[in-house]
T-cell receptor, first 114, second 115 residues
Framework: AQSVSQHNHHVILSEAASLELGCNYS??????LFWYVQYPGQHLQLLLK??????LVKGIKGFEAEFIKSKFSFNLRKPSVQWSDTAEYFC????????????FGKGTRLHILP | KAGVTQTPRYLIKTRGQQVTLSCSPI?????VSWYQQTPGQGLQFLFE???????NKGNFPGRFSGRQFSNSRSEMNVSTLELGDSALYLC??????????????FGPGTRLTVL
């Protein structure tokens, strides 16, 4: 079955540290990839997305992600985190087949220490 | 442009009761999806409606059902509530379903507590 794995369930970092959150998916065909963020008490919102083209995509608030097709990965990165990045992060995949279902990972809770 | 709205925002029910949640998508969006969010399980897909038809369905029991109206508004119903149904129920809309995927926009959710 198609699935998305986020290996880090909880991450604690100090401000200015670098961040990398892992995301792997299981689907052999063409995919669209997303990272969503949920700040405390707020809606889920799109951080960045990959449809095609340059595998390194840049999103809002200094986040970026790299799609590595051979590794079925779409890891999220930020060179220097801020306290305001404290949130839950979700990776999501849409296999581009007739089903077109959107599959989310279980999320990673990121806590930034001031 | 108004975002996705969900009503009510909070609900408290007891076991065995049923509940109906409502979602109004962004104007012009014809696809509505529902998700159950619980700590540790992330977002679990319930179903997606497009043009009043259920297009996709997740692995939830038949107690969970939904429908979509001609104005794209959607309702979700859970019958015979169980304690494990306590969760945040999220609705998301997108412009169209199909091969060309569009970004999903999420509502604030309905927090359901089953006692």
């Amino acid at each position: 079955a198609q699935s998305v794995s986020q290996h880090n369930h909880h991450v604690i970092l100090s401000e200015a540290a670098s961040l990398e959150l892992g995301c792997n998916y299981s689907y052999g065909g063409t995919v669209n990839l997303f990272w969503y963020v949920q700040y405390p008490g707020q809606h889920l919102q799109l951080l960045l997305k990959y449809f095609s083209g340059d595998p390194l995509v840049k999103g809002i608030k200094g986040f970026e992600a790299e799609f590595i097709k051979s590794k079925f990965s779409f890891n999220l990165r930020k060179p220097s985190v801020q306290w305001s990045d404290t949130a839950e992060y979700f990776c999501a995949v849409t296999p581009m087949n007739r089903d077109d279902k959107i599959i989310f990972g279980k999320g990673t809770r990121l806590h930034i220490l001031p | 442009k108004a975002g996705v709205t969900q009503t009510p925002r909070y609900l408290i029910k007891t076991r065995g009761q049923q509940v109906t949640l409502s979602c109004s998508p962004i104007s012009g969006h014809r696809s509505v999806s529902w998700y159950q969010q619980t700590p540790g399980q992330g977002l679990q897909f319930l179903f997606e409606y497009f043009s009043e038809t259920q297009r996709n369905k997740g692995n939830f029991p038949g107690r969970f059902s939904g429908r979509q109206f001609s104005n794209s508004r959607s309702e979700m119903n859970v019958s015979t509530l169980e304690l494990g149904d306590s969760a945040l129920y999220l609705c998301a809309s997108r412009r169209e379903s199909g091969k060309l995927y569009n970004e999903q926009f999420f509502g604030p959710g309905t927090r359901l507590t089953v006692l």
